[in-house]
């Protein structure tokens, strides 16, 4: 389980040096795409093809199903971390999260996700005042 925030900085090469506790799930491989909000998600491969499996169930006449895979399987990019833990973003994902110098990278479970780091305070600022509230929509009968 991915968890945290943390603050690396993306390189004049446009790669970024994972988080040192999220780096042994990743060793493996990860498969980078486009994530809701601007932000891009980071998969570990075995949870990006379980995912994978869950859209291809999903019939071809689903139209949101669709669309969806088409903009999420067209813009992943996969490759394995260096020795170092560096994972190189290709430039239309660091275009589409308008990823500049400063990041974020957040745990969500069972993914990474990397945030421009001015669009991720604005995100969390506009966010925080609606916590309480989706709380017993998302867990039913609450904590």
């Known amino acids: ?20 506790k999220f780096r042994d799930e990743l060793a493996g491989g990860v498969v980078i795409t486009k994530g809701q909000d ?10 990006f093809h379980r995912i994978a499996d869950q859209l291809r169930a999903q019939p071809m006449t689903n ?8 903009v ?19 430039p239309h994902l ?4 308008a990823l500049d110098r400063d990041l974020v990278v957040i745990g969500a479970s069972t993914r990474v996700e990397i945030w421009d780091r001015t669009a991720w305070e604005s995100y969390l600022a506009d ?3 609606d916590f309480a509230d989706i ?4 867990l039913p009968g609450g904590l």
Not at 94 to 97: C, E, F, L, T, V
């Open 94 to 97: 660091r275009s589409y999260a």
């Open 127 to 129: 966010s925080e005042d």
């Open 135 to 138: 709380e017993e929509g998302v």
């Open 72 to 90: 999420f399987f067209a813009s992943a990019h996969d490759e394995v971390p260096d020795k170092q833990g560096r994972v190189t973003i290709p």
């Open 38 to 47: 601007r932000c891009l998600y980071v998969f570990p491969t075995p949870e």
């Open 63 to 70: 139209k949101a199903a669709r669309a969806y895979s088409r």
């Open 1 to 20: 389980m991915f968890l945290g925030t943390h603050t690396p900085r993306l390189d004049e090469k446009g790669r970024l040096i994972l988080p040192a």
